[in-house]
């Protein structure tokens, strides 16, 4: 046995360095699947850590969500763990607290988002309609927000709408308004605006990269033939973006739904507008890190995926129909 | 006229980044010609009265854009009577670096500790993140394996798990493995995105060629050793792009910290000022100066990095919106 080995380590000397490389392997296995395993192992720390922090998190939300927690006697000895099938999930179908914070944040998101694209295109048209130049000189001020981090940029409006420290009440008090950024009827508008303000500059950076691909002929062709600059904007440069356009607003619809950092932090200064049950995903952190329900906090982020997914279908869908 | 240059290059990145990841030569052939046409002609340029209608309609977004950020930058500067008492837009006394010493002495020093937490999680955090996504983004690139479709699919897959789901799981998980609390929930974790790797899968298509690679072989490198001396000097750019996004990411982060962070030692800087902004007027000093300068210093950071690296996260940000 050691005699062979010593005898193809002879032959392996001599031999090419392709035939060397299929050594250093394994002597059972081709070089290409050593290259083949090898190339595989790249991406094996990745998935390991992806297998741990993402997909094992889904399993347990799924298990979670099929128990009940009791804790026994008024908290001494420890609680009690029970399998409750679909009980929880009973529950949070039929909460009418949950449902009203997702159509909240539902009617918001279909209000808030489609508005963000329209004002996002005009301003990609205006940028567009500007020589390269120009364009430059405002690009970055108009990627100023995209720079301030969203809780700061949250605070920064917040202060702006209070009544004390923000510069509008004076300017409402000369015309007579009564205008309260705060009150139950303004907190979307407020919030809203604030969203706006913070997606139009990197919206448009996308929406500009996508009219760079219209063929420039096109301009001088319409022009020849008499059509005005809106006229370019509506019927050429629109529709090129339209198929884009579409499927980012949906997607931004369904981040909308998992609102949570801007009503949060508009409730600490106004905590009698925005409930502790303000948008879903407040619901889920209420239920399971202050009433300490985690089962039922579990099944309540499932039912949002649930209501997410059922959402990206759809659009799928419509997008694809759009697109064709 | 430097900024002009820094967005042709932006351009230029981009436009090669957009080649590569779409083979469609009719798409390459139409940007040519659009380069083509040079800085001034602009074919889109819009010309005669209308030229002031849209200089006006852009004058008007910007200051939009930009007016919010310039009251943050006054108010910083001011006093806490003066706060209350004066124009918002207009600068009263500048007491900037007192309001800066005295945010730093507060509560001794918890800013200071906060501002540091939030650079050690977003610099780890984005170091480890960079390296193992590129690494993988690299292996799916560059080789053929079996599964190799099934794991594209599952990252791919990973976009559209909305975070609402992982919360309550990911914080039981972390009490489990004894992460939570610990600085090691904000890093560990943050060392897996999904979406750094499908960065570096796309742009390791366009950069890395394969002959390069059956050189190396020739050569006598081993498939790793190609990787660290050749693969990951091509993938430099993707990189900073993958290091620059996770890190402003990791910076702005509040969720998280909110859940997995209970020590306010720990507490990233996000975190801190919203704790002082939920006390308001309320406690026996008012914090609103604080709040509002803290606010600014941390914000500074990002605006200066964003803008001194402007083309990294321009071509990432190309590069998003076609997946």
Same mark, same amino acid.
């Given at each position: 046995?050691?005699?062979?080995?010593?005898?193809?380590?002879?032959?392996?000397?001599?031999?090419?360095?392709?035939?060397?490389?299929?050594?250093?392997?394994?002597?059972?296995?081709?070089?290409?699947?050593?290259?083949?395993?090898?190339?595989?192992?790249?991406?094996?720390?990745?998935?390991?850590?992806?297998?741990?922090?993402?997909?094992?998190?889904?399993?347990?939300?799924?298990?979670?969500?099929?128990?009940?927690?009791?804790?026994?006697?008024?908290?001494?000895?420890?609680?009690?763990?029970?399998?409750?099938?679909?009980?929880?999930?009973?529950?949070?179908?039929?909460?009418?607290?949950?449902?009203?914070?997702?159509?909240?944040?539902?009617?918001?998101?279909?209000?808030?988002?489609?508005?963000?694209?329209?004002?996002?295109?005009?301003?990609?048209?205006?940028?567009?309609?500007?020589?390269?130049?120009?364009?430059?000189?405002?690009?970055?001020?108009?990627?100023?927000?995209?720079?301030?981090?969203?809780?700061?940029?949250?605070?920064?409006?917040?202060?702006?709408?209070?009544?004390?420290?923000?510069?509008?009440?004076?300017?409402?008090?000369?015309?007579?308004?009564?205008?309260?950024?705060?009150?139950?009827?303004?907190?979307?508008? @407020?919030?809203?605006?604030?969203? =706006?303000?913070?997606?139009?500059?990197?919206? %448009?950076? $996308?929406? /500009?990269? &996508?009219? #760079?691909?219209?063929?420039?002929?096109?301009?001088?062709?319409?022009?020849?033939?008499?059509?005005?600059?809106?006229?370019?904007?509506?019927?050429?440069?629109?529709?090129?973006?339209?198929?884009?356009?579409?499927?980012?607003?949906?997607?931004?619809?369904?981040?909308?739904?998992?609102?949570?950092?801007?009503?949060?932090?508009?409730? @600490?200064?106004?905590?009698?507008? =925005?409930?502790?049950?303000?948008?879903?995903? %407040?619901? $889920?952190? /209420?239920? &399971?890190? #202050?009433?300490?329900?985690?089962?039922?906090?579990?099944?309540?982020?499932?039912?949002?995926?649930?209501?997410?997914?059922?959402?990206?279908?759809?659009?799928?869908?419509?997008?694809?129909?759009?697109?064709? | 006229?430097?900024?002009?240059?820094?967005?042709?290059?932006?351009?230029?990145?981009?436009?090669?980044?957009?080649?590569?990841?779409?083979?469609?030569?009719?798409?390459?052939?139409?940007?040519?010609?659009?380069?083509?046409?040079?800085?001034?002609?602009?074919?889109?340029?819009?010309?005669?009265?209308?030229?002031?209608?849209?200089?006006?309609?852009?004058?008007?977004?910007?200051?939009?854009?930009?007016?919010?950020?310039?009251?943050?930058?006054?108010?910083?500067?001011?006093?806490?009577?003066?706060?209350?008492?004066?124009?918002?837009?207009?600068?009263?006394?500048?007491?900037?670096?007192?309001?800066?010493?005295?945010?730093?002495?507060?509560?001794?020093?918890?800013?200071?500790?906060?501002?540091?937490?939030?650079?050690?999680?977003?610099?780890?955090?984005?170091?480890?993140?960079?390296?193992?996504?590129?690494?993988?983004?690299?292996?799916?690139?560059?080789?053929?394996?079996?599964?190799?479709?099934?794991?594209?699919?599952?990252?791919?897959?990973?976009?559209?798990?909305?975070?609402?789901?992982?919360?309550?799981?990911?914080?039981?998980?972390?009490?489990?493995?004894?992460?939570?609390?610990?600085?090691?929930?904000?890093?560990?974790?943050?060392?897996?995105?999904?979406?750094?790797?499908?960065?570096?899968?796309?742009?390791?298509?366009?950069?890395?060629?394969?002959?390069?690679?059956?050189?190396?072989?020739?050569?006598?490198?081993?498939?790793?050793?190609?990787?660290?001396?050749?693969?990951?000097?091509?993938?430099?750019?993707?990189?900073?792009?993958?290091?620059?996004?996770?890190?402003?990411?990791?910076?702005?982060?509040?969720?998280?910290?909110?859940?997995?962070?209970?020590?306010?030692?720990?507490?990233?800087?996000?975190?801190?000022?919203?704790?002082?902004?939920?006390?308001?007027?309320?406690?026996?000093?008012?914090?609103?100066?604080?709040?509002?300068?803290?606010?600014?210093?941390?914000?500074?950071?990002?605006?200066?990095?964003?803008?001194?690296?402007?083309?990294?996260?321009?071509?990432?940000?190309?590069?998003?919106?076609?997946?």
């Amino acid at each position: 046995m050691s005699s062979v080995t010593d005898v193809r380590e002879h032959e392996l000397d001599l031999a090419s360095k392709r035939v060397r490389r299929e050594r250093s392997g394994s002597p059972r296995l081709s070089w290409r699947t050593v290259q083949r395993l090898k190339g595989a192992s790249f991406t094996w720390p990745f998935f390991a850590g992806f297998a741990l922090f993402t997909l094992v998190p889904v399993v347990m939300a799924l298990g979670q969500s099929l128990f009940t927690t009791k804790s026994s006697g008024l908290g001494f000895g420890g609680a009690q763990v029970t399998f409750s099938g679909f009980d929880n999930f009973a529950r949070g179908l039929a909460d009418g607290v949950f449902w009203e914070s997702m159509l909240r944040a539902g009617s918001y998101a279909v209000v808030v988002v489609p508005l963000t694209q329209i004002v996002s295109l005009m301003l990609a048209l205006l940028v567009d309609a500007v020589t390269r130049r120009v364009a430059g000189r405002f690009r970055l001020s108009l990627l100023v927000p995209y720079m301030i981090p969203g809780i700061v940029a949250t605070m920064i409006w917040i202060y702006l709408y209070s009544p004390t420290v923000g510069p509008f009440q004076s300017l409402f008090e000369l015309l007579h308004l009564d205008i309260n950024f705060f009150a139950g009827s303004m907190i979307w508008v @407020s919030i809203g605006n604030l969203h =706006i303000w913070g997606t139009i500059g990197f919206n %448009m950076l $996308i929406l /500009n990269g &996508a009219l #760079q691909s219209v063929p420039r002929e096109l301009f001088d062709a319409a022009r020849v033939d008499g059509a005005s600059e809106l006229r370019i904007a509506l019927s050429i440069k629109v529709p090129f973006v339209r198929t884009s356009l579409v499927l980012t607003g949906l997607l931004a619809i369904i981040g909308t739904l998992q609102i949570f950092a801007e009503p949060v932090l508009f409730r @600490s200064v106004s905590p009698e507008t =925005i409930t502790k049950d303000f948008t879903p995903a %407040m619901v $889920i952190y /209420n239920q &399971a890190f #202050q009433v300490g329900n985690l089962n039922y906090a579990a099944a309540l982020s499932i039912i949002l995926a649930g209501v997410v997914g059922i959402a990206s279908a759809v659009i799928y869908r419509f997008t694809n129909k759009v697109g064709s | 006229m430097s900024l002009t240059r820094m967005d042709n290059e932006t351009a230029d990145t981009t436009r090669a980044v957009m080649s590569a990841e779409r083979k469609d030569p009719r798409a390459v052939r139409r940007r040519r010609r659009g380069a083509a046409m040079g800085d001034d002609s602009g074919g889109a340029a819009v010309r005669g009265a209308s030229k002031w209608f849209v200089l006006a309609g852009l004058i008007l977004f910007t200051i939009y854009s930009v007016g919010p950020a310039w009251w943050l930058i006054v108010s910083a500067t001011k006093s806490r009577e003066q706060l209350y008492t004066t124009n918002g837009l207009w600068f009263a006394d500048f007491r900037l670096i007192d309001n800066i010493v005295e945010l730093f002495k507060y509560e001794n020093g918890s800013f200071g500790l906060w501002l540091w937490n939030s650079v050690l999680y977003a610099t780890a955090g984005s170091i480890g993140q960079t390296i193992i996504a590129l690494a993988a983004g690299y292996g799916l690139a560059m080789y053929q394996y079996r599964g190799k479709g099934t794991s594209m699919a599952f990252v791919i897959g990973s976009f559209l798990i909305p975070g609402a789901l992982l919360t309550v799981p990911s914080y039981l998980l972390f009490v489990q493995l004894g992460l939570f609390d610990t600085i090691w929930s904000m890093i560990i974790p943050a060392f897996f995105g999904p979406f750094s790797v499908y960065l570096a899968k796309v742009y390791a298509e366009g950069a890395v060629p394969q002959e390069l690679l059956e050189a190396a072989r020739i050569d006598g490198a081993g498939e790793y050793r190609t990787f660290f001396s050749i693969g990951l000097r091509l993938l430099t750019t993707a990189g900073a792009t993958i290091f620059l996004l996770h890190f402003v990411a990791a910076w702005n982060s509040f969720y998280g910290p909110l859940i997995m962070l209970r020590d306010r030692n720990l507490w990233p800087v996000m975190l801190g000022l919203y704790s002082w902004m939920g006390r308001g007027a309320d406690s026996q000093v008012d914090v609103t100066t604080l709040v509002i300068t803290g606010s600014l210093v941390a914000t500074i950071p990002m605006v200066l990095l964003l803008v001194a690296m402007q083309r990294y996260w321009r071509a990432g940000v190309t590069m998003g919106s076609l997946k």
